[in-house]
């Protein structure tokens, strides 16, 4: 999708317009939408509005994040050099019934060694 070519390249501006320019015309974003959109804004270690797409744009779409989405927002915070941050998303799994994955844990596990 055009929004995952964004995601190859970290034009996060771009693929949040084509989320919104979606949601215009009447196509509902789901999860896929937003973790492209979320892969998109850690390329450009946006992680702030990585964060923001998890916490505020899923949720006005009605999309309940799974540990994927997670994962793509920890992952954008691991980039960006925020592995406090990283650790904070962790926490915020429970508020949406999620735990941790072995994903999860390898991208922790990989930033701590770093």
Same mark, same amino acid.
């Given at each position: 999708?055009?929004?995952?070519? $964004?995601?190859?390249?970290?034009?996060?501006?771009?693929?949040?317009?084509?989320?919104?320019?979606?949601?215009?015309?009447?196509?509902?974003?789901?999860?896929?939408?937003?973790?492209?959109?979320?892969?998109? $804004?850690? *390329?450009?270690?946006?992680? *702030?509005?990585?964060?923001?797409?998890? =916490? &505020? &744009?899923?949720? *006005?779409?009605?999309?309940?994040?799974?540990?994927? #989405?997670?994962?793509?927002?920890? #992952?954008? $915070?691991?980039? #960006?050099?925020?592995?406090?941050?990283?650790?904070?998303?962790? &926490?915020?799994?429970?508020?949406?019934?999620?735990?941790?994955?072995?994903? =999860?844990? =390898? =991208?922790?596990?990989?930033?701590?060694?770093?």
């Amino acid at each position: 999708s055009a929004i995952n070519a $964004c995601a190859r390249v970290g034009n996060w501006e771009k693929a949040l317009l084509l989320v919104v320019d979606m949601a215009s015309k009447g196509i509902e974003p789901n999860e896929i939408t937003f973790m492209a959109a979320i892969r998109a $804004c850690a *390329e450009a270690r946006q992680w *702030e509005r990585a964060l923001l797409i998890l =916490t &505020d &744009d899923m949720a *006005e779409y009605g999309v309940v994040p799974t540990a994927k #989405s997670f994962n793509a927002v920890i #992952s954008a $915070c691991v980039k #960006s050099g925020k592995l406090e941050r990283a650790m904070q998303v962790v &926490d915020m799994m429970a508020d949406f019934n999620c735990s941790p994955d072995v994903r =999860t844990v =390898t =991208t922790l596990l990989h930033a701590v060694v770093k």
